[in-house]
């Protein structure tokens, strides 16, 4: 089940909703919370929900053990446990027909290449489960005193399968001891609509316009085509990811859960460094608080720290070399910046970072579009000009008939509107409050009337 459907906007939700507040009781609520987040987990596949449950009792215990064990050296057993467990399922599910197909191509030999079916979201609630018992070994939190909570906290269906990774001290508090106010339900639904309207009425679209051009005979593009294509995935993978992790975000604080923020318009940084800021916090800061800092961070080996943090960047993202890749990609461009490309940047305008940004995330997004790297490559070069053909009337058409769309979604990229809804609160907050209500109402009829008899609704962030 996914948030951009009629089944979750017209059935689950509002059940989940109406069985929540029946009771001010916090037990009934969580208890209700997880029935409900492990069939959304089931709807699709119910065979996975067992490997969830099984992650979440293993490291309940773990947790327990090591906070018993604490200060003798024993305690670090569980915590090995608990990380050979998590990773070797993540890599059995999510790598292990990668890791043999490379082994048979590099050898010459034919050892039966496992096909497993990826659990959705097991690259999120791995990082969740790691960073709990990480945080109980360092004395961060409290192990969870009752069983529930903790299967709370790791199947909540808000952010199961998109994010954002959200740390058991971010609702350690909420789960034992939570308030859901008139304000944060407000709050929490527009936000939501929000994120719905982001992924069903744009990412899809910007979806369908990139798929014209980037499924197609790569070879024949002109070279503004190739180049709109790639910015229309652009603008798909952004609305896509940042519109859920709205609705996951959105949906916390209606059931009184604070989750952290996840985007932060990355489509304004003015280095690749400021992107990674703004593009996946939560993804980000586990790989620095977890593997970069544990690793000596920038007082020891910054660079080959740096090397082995965007190679599991990339790697999480998916059993493919062009994700390799893309990892890669970023770390060399990370490491040029703190060797001397952000103290050049520093003398250049402002409007030149911003473009040089965008032009490196423009190309990175086309190696991470192309699971085989020589079509990504070949892309790039018809970017480049390699095609002979700048321009052709027929993508005009295309180009003139999406110009709305396409500056809607650049406004949408950019924090206008938000600034807009500031300013109006300062000088009228009932008519900041009426447009928000307006707003919100529209984008939700709006995204519930495309969904009816639309085809095209995909999720990229299920694959991870």
Same mark, same amino acid.
């Given at each position: 089940?996914?948030?951009?459907?009629?089944?979750?906007?017209?059935?689950?939700?509002?059940?989940?909703?109406?069985?929540?507040?029946?009771?001010? /009781?916090?037990?009934?609520?969580?208890?209700?919370?997880?029935?409900?987040?492990?069939?959304?987990?089931?709807?699709?596949?119910?065979?996975?929900?067992?490997?969830?449950?099984?992650?979440?009792?293993?490291?309940?215990?773990?947790?327990?053990?090591?906070?018993?064990?604490?200060?003798?050296?024993?305690?670090?057993?569980?915590?090995? =446990?608990?990380?050979?467990?998590?990773?070797?399922?993540?890599?059995?599910?999510?790598?292990?027909?990668?890791?043999?197909? /490379?082994?048979?191509?590099? *050898?010459?030999?034919?050892?039966?290449?496992?096909?497993?079916?990826?659990?959705?979201?097991?690259?999120?609630?791995?990082?969740?489960?790691?960073?709990?018992?990480?945080?109980?070994?360092?004395?961060?939190?409290?192990?969870?005193?009752?069983?529930?909570?903790?299967?709370?906290?790791?199947?909540?269906?808000?952010?199961?399968?998109?994010?954002?990774?959200?740390?058991?001290?971010?609702?350690?508090?909420?789960?034992?001891?939570?308030?859901?106010?008139?304000?944060?339900?407000?709050?929490?639904?527009?936000?939501?609509?929000?994120?719905?309207?982001?992924?069903?009425?744009?990412?899809?679209?910007?979806?369908?316009?990139?798929?014209?051009?980037?499924?197609?005979?790569?070879?024949?593009?002109?070279?503004?085509?190739?180049?709109?294509?790639?910015?229309?995935?652009?603008?798909? %993978?952004?609305?896509?990811?940042?519109?859920?992790?709205?609705? +996951?975000?959105?949906?916390?604080?209606? =059931?009184? *859960?604070?989750?952290?923020? /996840?985007? /932060?318009?990355?489509?304004?940084?003015?280095?690749?460094?400021?992107?990674?800021?703004?593009?996946?916090?939560?993804?980000?800061?586990?790989?620095?608080?977890?593997?970069?800092?544990?690793?000596?961070?920038?007082?020891?080996?910054?660079?080959?720290?740096?090397?082995?943090?965007?190679?599991?960047?990339?790697?999480?993202?998916?059993?493919?070399?062009?994700? %390799?890749?893309?990892?890669?990609?970023?770390?060399?461009?990370?490491?040029?910046?703190?060797?001397?490309?952000?103290?050049?940047?520093?003398?250049?305008?402002?409007?030149?970072?911003?473009?040089?940004?965008?032009?490196?995330?423009?190309?990175?997004?086309?190696?991470?579009?192309?699971?085989?790297?020589?079509?990504?490559?070949?892309?790039?070069?018809?970017?480049?000009?390699?095609?002979?053909?700048?321009?052709?009337?027929?993508?005009?058409?295309?180009?003139?008939?999406?110009? *709305?769309? %396409?500056?809607?979604?650049?406004?949408?990229?950019?924090?206008?509107?938000?600034? %807009?809804?500031? =300013?109006?609160?300062?000088?009228?907050?009932?008519? +900041?409050?009426?447009?928000?209500?307006?707003?919100?109402?529209?984008?939700?009829?709006?995204?519930?009337?495309?969904?009816?008899?639309?085809?095209?609704?995909?999720?990229?962030?299920?694959? *991870?």
């Amino acid at each position: 089940m996914v948030f951009a459907s009629l089944v979750f906007i017209y059935l689950f939700l509002p059940l989940n909703i109406l069985l929540y507040f029946v009771s001010k /009781n916090i037990t009934y609520r969580n208890i209700v919370l997880i029935v409900f987040s492990l069939f959304f987990y089931a709807w699709g596949e119910p065979v996975w929900v067992l490997l969830l449950i099984l992650s979440a009792t293993l490291d309940y215990f773990n947790g327990r053990t090591i906070e018993k064990l604490r200060g003798t050296r024993l305690s670090k057993l569980p915590l090995i =446990f608990s990380i050979v467990v998590n990773l070797g399922l993540l890599i059995t599910f999510k790598y292990s027909g990668f890791i043999v197909s /490379n082994i048979n191509t590099v *050898f010459g030999i034919l050892i039966p290449v496992p096909e497993f079916k990826l659990p959705i979201g097991i690259s999120f609630y791995t990082f969740q489960t790691l960073s709990y018992v990480l945080d109980v070994y360092r004395g961060k939190v409290e192990a969870a005193k009752k069983y529930h909570n903790y299967l709370l906290y790791l199947s909540m269906y808000p952010q199961l399968i998109a994010g954002p990774i959200v740390r058991y001290t971010d609702v350690a508090a909420e789960i034992k001891q939570r308030k859901s106010t008139l304000s944060g339900i407000y709050y929490g639904a527009a936000r939501f609509c929000v994120g719905l309207g982001k992924k069903v009425l744009i990412a899809n679209m910007a979806g369908k316009l990139a798929s014209g051009y980037m499924k197609g005979d790569i070879a024949s593009l002109p070279v503004t085509a190739a180049w709109f294509g790639a910015f229309m995935y652009m603008m798909q %993978i952004y609305f896509d990811f940042s519109g859920y992790s709205d609705m +996951a975000i959105g949906l916390g604080r209606i =059931f009184g *859960f604070k989750y952290p923020e /996840n985007f /932060n318009y990355p489509y304004i940084s003015k280095s690749i460094t400021e992107f990674w800021r703004r593009w996946h916090i939560s993804l980000s800061s586990f790989f620095r608080d977890y593997v970069y800092i544990p690793l000596g961070g920038k007082y020891r080996h910054q660079y080959l720290n740096l090397a082995i943090v965007w190679l599991l960047t990339g790697l999480w993202h998916g059993a493919s070399w062009n994700f %390799i890749a893309w990892g890669a990609y970023y770390g060399v461009f990370i490491i040029l910046e703190k060797l001397f490309l952000l103290k050049v940047g520093e003398k250049l305008p402002s409007f030149i970072r911003l473009i040089g940004t965008l032009v490196v995330v423009i190309f990175g997004w086309v190696l991470f579009y192309f699971t085989d790297i020589s079509e990504a490559w070949q892309y790039v070069l018809v970017m480049l000009g390699s095609s002979g053909v700048f321009h052709t009337s027929t993508f005009g058409a295309v180009l003139m008939n999406n110009i *709305f769309f %396409i500056l809607v979604s650049c406004i949408c990229c950019v924090p206008v509107l938000p600034r %807009i809804h500031s =300013f109006l609160e300062k000088k009228s907050p009932v008519l +900041a409050s009426c447009l928000t209500t307006t707003g919100s109402i529209i984008l939700f009829i709006a995204s519930a009337a495309s969904l009816v008899g639309e085809s095209y609704n995909p999720f990229l962030y299920f694959r *991870f």
